[in-house]
């Protein structure tokens, strides 16, 4: 049961334009969401996060979009830069219960932005 | 500030011996969690532990088990290795208990079972 689900396995961008990653998921007790990058050889590395009670968080270059009526979030990046190369995770963090604070991870999206 | 450090960064073990993995907290982080990623896959959780008790364990066998120490490092131990427990193991800290909103992953330990 994959309860966040990154459906596009790749994607690859021009220097200079946006890249734009998607996450769906299905679990309503999720209340906080992350972007992870991972390098090879390395663990992720935080990005930007939201809250469930918000629809937009921006930090420079990022920014991460909740839907929470279609349960999608997006990774917004602009402008795209070569050392973005990379891939991307999405993960969702459990509200309570026995799994409170456990994150859920799409399967990841290798980005490839080209010069 | 140190971040999150795992030992060691790669081994090899054989069917059916045990492993010992290592992690230490971001300095000030007092919640560990445990990560399983197999190749091709996103990280799935295993467990995470809180003032040295467990606290949320995901969908692995007991085989898999783990500790947490007064210093909020911590260590995860796997029994009886099976092939299929080739992956990545990340560790990761965040500093406001389990419901801590960021947590923090440390460069992970590769193992391989022949």
């Known amino acids: 049961d994959q309860q966040v689900k990154q459906n596009s396995p790749s994607l690859s961008v021009q220097e200079g334009r946006i890249s734009i990653l998607n996450c769906d998921y299905t679990?309503?007790?999720?209340?906080?969401f992350l972007w992870y990058k991972k390098y090879p050889a390395e663990g992720p590395t935080f990005l930007i996060s939201?809250?469930?009670?918000?629809d937009k968080n921006e930090d420079g270059r990022f920014t991460v979009f909740l839907n929470k009526s279609a349960k999608h979030l997006s990774l917004h990046i602009v402008p795209s830069q070569p050392g973005d190369s990379a891939v991307y995770f999405c993960?969702?963090?459990?509200?309570?219960?026995?799994?409170?604070?456990?994150?859920?991870f799409g399967q990841g999206t290798i980005l490839t932005v080209h010069p | 500030e140190t971040g999150v450090t795992q030992s060691p960064t790669h081994l090899i073990k054989t069917r059916g011996q045990q492993v010992t993995l290592r992690c230490s907290s971001q300095?000030?982080?007092?919640?560990v969690s445990w990560y399983q990623q197999a190749l091709g896959q996103g990280p799935q959780f295993i467990f995470q532990?809180?003032?040295?008790?467990?606290?949320g364990r995901g969908n692995f066998p007991p085989r898999f088990s783990g500790l947490q120490f007064p210093n909020y490092s911590s260590e995860l131990n796997v029994n009886a290795l099976e092939l299929d427990d080739s992956a990545l193991y990340l560790c990761?800290?965040?500093?406001?208990?389990?419901?801590?909103?960021?947590?923090?992953f440390g460069p992970g330990t590769r193992l391989l079972v022949l």
């Open positions: 990761a800290s965040s500093p406001s208990g389990p419901g801590g909103e960021t947590q923090y």
């Open positions: 679990n309503s007790m999720f209340d906080y």
């Open positions: 939201i809250s469930s009670i918000k």
């Open positions: 993960a969702a963090r459990s509200a309570g219960g026995t799994s409170y604070g456990k994150l859920t």
């Open positions: 300095s000030g982080h007092n919640t």
């Open positions: 532990y809180y003032r040295e008790e467990e606290n």
